[in-house]
Every structure is written in C-alpha cells, then in structure tokens.
C-alpha cells in the first residue's frame, strides 16, 4: 500500500491508496491547510510548511491506535506478511487513523444521514437524475446552493477539494473564478458520510456503496469498485487537508492499481467462502453454492451492452455489495482489508452489533442510494445521538416499571413507590420522561386499552419505528438470557475443572492393564476382540440388570458388543486414568476447553456491563479488542499437527468428529467428551467439524490462518 520508508527496489510492486510515490523535498509545496498533529513526515499542522524532522512518528506509529487494541506498525507487518507485494504508506494510513480532520472540514462533520441524503438529491436534480448530466464537480455558487452554508465556509472546504480553484478565487475575487472551482461531489460525499459519528455503519457503507452504483445494481463490476476506492481515499486525504502534500497523497495511477488488485483479493476471498459453505450445507444449499461458484469461474454476470455491430463487450464480473460490506466488517479476517475497515470503524458510533436499528429492518426496507429517483430522507431520529431513544438501561428500567405497575393494577405512582418497587434508582431527568409515559398510559387504562409494553415505549419514545422496537425486544431477550449464560459458564468452568482434575489422576500401571485384559480375554471364549452382554454377565459374576446399564454406556460403536478398548475403559478404576495414546491430542482438546470457558466468561460479564444502570463504563465505551487479521500466522508444522489430531479422532473419516469418536479416543472422560461434542460447533449438539475444530484452537491460541474463514 505504500513503501515503507521509502521506495522498494523492485519497480513492479504495485502502490495503494496511500502510496504516495517519490516523497517530496523537505521544500516542497505545501497546501497552506490545517492538518493533524499525527499527519505526517515533513508537514506542518498549521499549515505552515514542512517540518525538518519526525522523531516522534516511529513512537506514534507502534503505538496503539485510540480506539482499538493494535498499531500501525502491527496493521503494516499483517499486510506485508499477507502480500509482500502491496506496499503500505504509513504516513497516509497514520494521519486517517490516529489524526485529527482539517479544521476547514468540521462545518460538515457529524451531519445526520438524513441531511447528506437531502444534499444528495439537490445534487442529483442538478442533471435531472440521468447519472450522464449530473456534474461530478460543481462550482462555489453551486456548492453554496447544495450545502446551504455562508460562501465564507464553501470556501473552506474549496480550500480542501480544490487549492488550485481557492488560489484563484483568492487571487482574482471574480465571478469568473468563482465559477471555475471544481469541487468533487463524490469525494466530498464520501468523506462527509464516512466521517460522521451520528451516521450508523451499514447505512454509511451503503450511501458510499451507493454513489459509485450507477446502475442501481448494488454490485459492483471493477470499475465501479474503483470509483469506491478513488472517493475513499481522495475525499479522506482532502478532509484530512493532505491532498496537496506530494509525500501522502497517492497518485491517479497507485489508486488505479490498488483497486485492481482488491477487486481481485475480494472476488478470490468470496470463492473460497463459497466453497468452505458448500463442504458444510445442506443438500440444496450446497447445489446453490456450485452454481454460484460456476458463474464466478465463469466470469458471468450482467453483460455489457452490444458494442458495434455483431460485437459483444466481454460479460461484467460484479461483486454484490454484501460481499463488500463483509469484507469491510472483516468477517474475511484479511489484513488488507484493516486499514479501510479501521477508518470507518473509527469514525462510527461506538455502539455493539445490536445496538444498530439498522440491523433489524428488513432487506427490502434498508436504505440505499438511487441514480434513478429522489431517495427518501431518513428520520432525524436515527442519529446515534438522539436523546429521545432509549439506551439499553433505560429500556431495562421502563420494562421492569411496566411490570410492576401492570402487577399492582395502576400506573399512577410516586418515584418512591416505583423505587422500592423495582428496586433500584432512578435517574431525575428519565423519572420525568417515564411519569409523562406513565400519565399517559393511565389514560389509555381508563378508555379500555389494555397495557401493552411497547405501547409504553412508543410514548417513552416517540419517534421510535419498528425497527427501533425490534431492536428493544432483542435487548430484552438478551438480557432475560443472563440465567442460562450464567449456567453456561459455570458447566463450562466445571467441564475446565474436571479435564484438569482428570490430567491430574495417575496413569493406570502397565500391570493392572494387563489384569484387564487378562479377564477380557478369558470373558473372549471365541478369541473374536469383542464380548456380549452374556459373556460380561457370566465372566463378572453380576446381575444382568447392573452390567447392561454399564454395557450401554461404555458401547462406544453401539453394535451391542464390547471391545478390548472399550472394556479397558469401562474397568478403569476411579482414581485413574488409562494411558494416553495421544498425548498431544489431549492438549489440544484441553486449549479448546479452556479457552471456551474463558470466552463465555468474558462475554457474560461484558453482556451485563452493556446493561448496567449505576453508570459502569459499558461495553460501547471500550477500547475494541485487537482485529484477528493481526494476530500471528499459526506455522505450517503447527497447523499440521492440529489436523492430523482432528484425523486420529475421525475414525470414520466423514469429516465429523462425534461424541462416540471422542469418547473411543480415550482421551478425555464421558462427561467433557459430551461437553466438548456439543460446544465446539455451533451448527451441531453432537460433534464438531474439522472447520469448527481448527477455528476453535486459532481462538484458543490467538493466532490466524490465511485464506481460513
């Protein structure tokens, strides 16, 4: 993405968005525009020119980011170890990750998402939405017409995303000169959208998506994904006030090549998806996934109109927007994809996965850019910083008021009454939001409506939409499920405590296995490896009754006979254990069962720090934990070994290992074997599969694999 420090030798390693080529001289031009503290190498944050050294930025760049556990140090080793081949400009990367944005910018910082769409469809109109009229730059008076801000302002910004147009407004103070500014539309769209803390993640994506999609196709082919990378980067860098500083910015030619290059990686990411979904679904979902995989092979898509008589433009590989958005959201665990991924992470509300509304509406009904048609203002109400919307305490809080009011048959209450009631304070500017909700659900009382609690919540808040009552219920759900996580963690803990008590125990003597074995073979008349519930009857001398409650059990194959392992096992005394044949495979399962217990532990407490009401930092105040894609590459050795203990316990080689198979293994005890068989893998009660396996222990080491979802 950028050389490190300076050119690399070879020519033909391709530069990215922030590889800014040849730095410039340390007398180089400089914009004039205000910058962050963090920018760069050489550069000035009043604008006042280059500086002579940058002592501090090896400092600044190993150490962590505000916002997330990782450097950029860290962020630049993960992609030089993926590709070697895509240079990464630190200095770029460094001032949109831990700089502050041009002063000159902030008049459109934080804008709602609502007013970026109106300003989207002004600009629209300006070509009567045919995207072949619309102007992709417009001029100050226009730029004053679309924004509706004072000229002193546009200027600022023309500053910004048009030096040479400012210098000549500047110099000239003419109409002329006016007119001749050339502002990018998309640039400063994608920048404003991107930078705003009161617009949520999926919307942001998908107004910035949306202004390359000229067709209204929510996909992408390459030179529309293109357009996406070059809005990216040259809207941030002009927001950023380092457009014109030679040393940051990248040229026309570097964007161009490093959109080629990620296209490609997304497209190739996406297969391997496709293709790890297959070996894992369902008869029909697997058909799904061949056709899908058959059409990418085949470079199908929407093809391009007819070019010329009797000749056809080659078929457009598109890349649908949701495979984009996964990509940015790093669900691909691709270290190429952080430095992107970051930057709209950070200037994103601070809020959990379920705390977006946006996760609750329904694909038909989420917004999205048109091309084609006004697009529909969303409500003010969606901004993260609303007051009027219920936090999640404060929905905790006015469900148990409900019930206890709906339980005592009266919503006319004092504070105090509702303090003992539910036991816990109330704060007195809430108090008065829930008495006015409360006032008015006595009213509905005395009409005959039955009390409902989303009733109570809509007049708690108003302008709350469906998908923001959806979102409540989720938050209700979660939280009436703390009994049974807190039952989770502690049979998880129990499970951890029993393996390690069980590691404890001696090893059964060579002598005492041999005494076994002695009495299986004198119970095995036939010398066939097996005996029958008869044979266990009559060689131990016991009732029928006791033997087939143990026979069943220690029936491991379940073909109603015992073998030598299987009888060795069942015979073992307590107070031992048998031998392993498998050292290094109990290990492992143990790390699994280990860091399982640790991970429940750690998401009950953060799942009740999300709803605490005494004013505890929450979970949305935290730093975020260190990206998966930076963590260490696991070795091939390592990643071997792993495999082949998940081969030894796959008997049957179907790709499964089963709670039978464990238990056979004779590594671990019933219990922890049935633990295990249903804790691993999410989409099964009764084993894991090979890819559950291996993503559990790069959980339980914190290492990565690369191309493993």
Known sequence: MAPKGGPRKSSAAPTAPGSGGAATPAGGPSSGVS???????GSDPGGAGPRKSNGNLGASLQRNLSFINCSIDQIRTAIDQEDPDCDFNTHFWNTLLAGETAR?????????????VKLYNKWQGLGKWDPSKVPRRVNAHQLQELTCIPMSRCLELIKLFDLPGYNRVNNEKS????????????????AGVLLSKLVFTRPKLRFVFGLADLDDSKSFDEKEFAGVITYFTRGLAAAFGVSNDESI????EAIRVVSQRLYARISDLAIQRLRELHSKGSEGTRAAVVAAIKAKQANLG?????????????????LPFSILQEWCFRVFR???????????????????GDDDPEKYVEEASKFCLSHKAPVDAPPETESAGDGSMLTRPEAITARLLFQFCVSEGSFRMTYEEIKNGIGQDIDFGFWKRLSIAMEKMSDDRSRGIKAEVFSFLRKLSPSAQAKHLRMFDGWFQKYDAFVEQQQEVASSEQALQQFQSNCSLPVLSTGEIMKLEFEFCAMDKQNSGYITLDDMTFGLGISRDVVMSTFDKYDLSDDGLIDRDEFLLMMCPDGYRMPDTNGEGRDVLGAILGAHARALKKQLSSDKASF?????????????????????EVDDATWGAW??????????????????????????????????GSHVDGSSENGFSRRAYLNALLQATGQRRSGFF
């Open 334 to 352: 691709d270290p190429l994809a952080l430095p992107y991924a970051l930057v709209i992470e950070r200037f994103c509300p601070r809020q959990q």
């Open 643 to 676: 495999n082949k203990v998940f081969d030894d316990l796959d008997t049957d080689n179907d790709g499964v290992v089963t709670v039978p198979e464990l238990r056979s293994s004779r590594l671990l005890t019933f219990d922890i074997c049935d633990f295990l």
């Open 302 to 318: 929407l093809a391009s109109p007819q070019k010329g008589a009797g000749v056809v433009e080659a078929p457009r590989q598109l």
């Open 249 to 252: 910015m990248p040229k026309a």
């Open 104 to 116: 000159e910018f902030r008049v459109l910082q934080n804008r709602t998402l609502g007013w970026w």
């Open 175 to 190: 109409a002329t000169a006016y007119d001749k500014v050339k502002v990018s539309m998309p640039e400063l769209l994608t």
């Open 35 to 41: 910058r962050a503290s963090a920018v760069a190498p």
């Open 612 to 632: 605490d009401t005494k004013g505890c930092v929450s979970q949305m105040e935290m730093i975020s934990e260190m990206p998966e894609s930076l963590r260490p």
